[in-house]
């Protein structure tokens, strides 16, 4: 089974710190001589004692590595970050400069569309293109059906391979599980199914 495989990308994402884990240093002031936040690329293997991480804001319970990391973003949703990729945001952070991105993992949910089916609202989550006429059209090349741990929808993968994201319905919930991977290299639908292996229904005797 391959576990949150890591790769370096180039992307900057909105940051703020999920509960379970320390807090991130000071706000960046600015500097002329800002350090250059670059990972060494001797990557930590995934460890394999695995823990459970909660996230009630979603509804769900995931699986993750000992030593990775769950951070929750401004968006309220939740990112899976290797220990390098959380490294590489705490220099940013605490000032320095990112040279480099990171390859993402993030969980959470969204409101379905009434003026479309799910398939269809699927095939929209990995962006869109233009036609020859100038009007948008999903960006999914690929939308294939899933089911997993009482999750039901589907997965579609964007036109360039860079982006794959699974779309479901939720055991007594009117919102829908969006699960994606992103990167500036291609991503296969794997990493999705796989993390999706890993994420269960919070049950009532959890706490919510």
């Known amino acids: 089974m391959n576990i949150l495989t890591r790769t370096?990308?180039?992307?900057?994402?909105?940051?703020?710190c999920f509960g379970l884990l320390p807090a991130i240093a000071t706000f960046a002031q600015p500097n002329s001589s800002r350090q250059v936040c670059e990972t060494d690329g001797d990557y930590?293997?995934?460890?394999?004692?695995?823990?459970?991480?909660?996230?009630?804001?979603?509804?769900?319970?995931?699986?993750i590595p000992e030593n990775y990391r769950a951070m929750k973003m401004q968006s309220g949703a939740v990112q899976i970050l290797h220990p390098d990729d959380f490294e590489w945001i705490q220099c940013l952070v605490g000032g320095g400069t990112g040279a480099h991105g990171y390859y993402s993992e993030t969980i959470d949910t969204v409101q379905p569309e009434s003026d479309r089916s799910l398939e269809e609202q699927a095939s929209w989550t990995v962006g869109y293109s233009y036609d020859e006429d100038g009007d948008r059209e999903?960006?999914?090349?690929?939308?294939?059906?899933?089911?997993?741990?009482?999750?039901?929808?589907?997965?579609?993968?964007?036109?360039?391979?860079?982006?794959?994201?699974?779309l479901g319905t939720m055991p007594e919930s009117d919102d829908l599980l969006r699960v994606s991977a992103g990167c500036d290299c291609e991503v296969e639908a794997e990493a999705v199914t796989d993390l999706l292996s890993r994420i269960q229904p919070l049950t009532e005797d959890e706490p919510m």
């Not at 999903?138 to 699974?166: K, L, Q, R, W």
Request: proline share 7%; aromatic share 6%; glycine share 8%.
């Open 138 to 166: 999903p960006g999914a090349t690929e939308v294939i059906s899933h089911e997993e741990n009482g999750f039901n929808g589907y997965i579609a993968t964007s036109m360039t391979g860079y982006s794959v994201v699974f």
């Open 44 to 63: 930590e293997p995934a460890a394999e004692t695995m823990r459970e991480v909660e996230l009630p804001e979603v509804g769900v319970v995931v699986s």
């Open 8 to 16: 370096t990308i180039r992307i900057v994402l909105p940051l703020c």
